[in-house]
């Protein structure tokens, strides 16, 4: 095998149940390089567009939602709680807070395309007790641009590099 790529394309090719274990992984690791092994699948004939979404979503929705009920935990916590005594004093800190509850939906976008950013934003809006609806409204904008973005993309890449072979 000449890299990595190749590699879980075979094994995949040779066990199709792992599909979506390697595609759920590869997007709580790293969704951009996940959606394009996704779309280099899907060419290949390899995986369906149905069994895609539903792993794809499933996974995102899971995982990251997850991460927004830590983020409230996290407040409860004596931990959390000592750490908002210190930081609630501080103008800079009241007006990121303030910023994050008033333009979530703008900031759900731009961290969803930023590496790492997303996972403290999510955190972040748990911990500063964002309400779960605005919140949740926001998330599925942030995810639908991103991934419809990413997806489409990917898609035309992989099927143009498809026709180069």
Request: glycine letters at 8%.
């Amino acid at each position: 095998m000449d890299n990595i790529l190749q590699a879980l394309t075979a094994f995949t090719a040779e066990y199709p149940a792992t599909t979506s274990y390697i595609l759920a992984a590869g997007i709580i690791l790293q969704g951009d390089l996940a959606v394009l092994f996704a779309m280099l699948l899907i060419v290949g004939g390899a995986l369906t567009w149905g069994k895609f979404f539903s792993v794809a979503f499933g996974t995102l929705a899971v995982g990251e939602l997850l991460l927004y009920f830590c983020g409230r935990l996290i407040r409860s916590t004596r931990f959390g709680w000592r750490w908002y005594k210190r930081m609630k004093t501080s103008p800079r800190v009241q007006y990121y807070s303030y910023y994050i509850t008033q333009n979530l939906t703008k900031l759900m976008i731009v961290a969803r395309f930023l590496v790492g950013v997303n996972f403290l934003v999510l955190l972040l809006a748990g911990w500063s007790r964002t309400k779960f609806g605005p919140f949740l409204k926001s998330y599925l904008v942030g995810l639908l641009s991103w991934f419809i973005s990413v997806s489409t993309i990917a898609y035309f890449l992989m099927t143009g590099l498809s026709y180069l072979r």
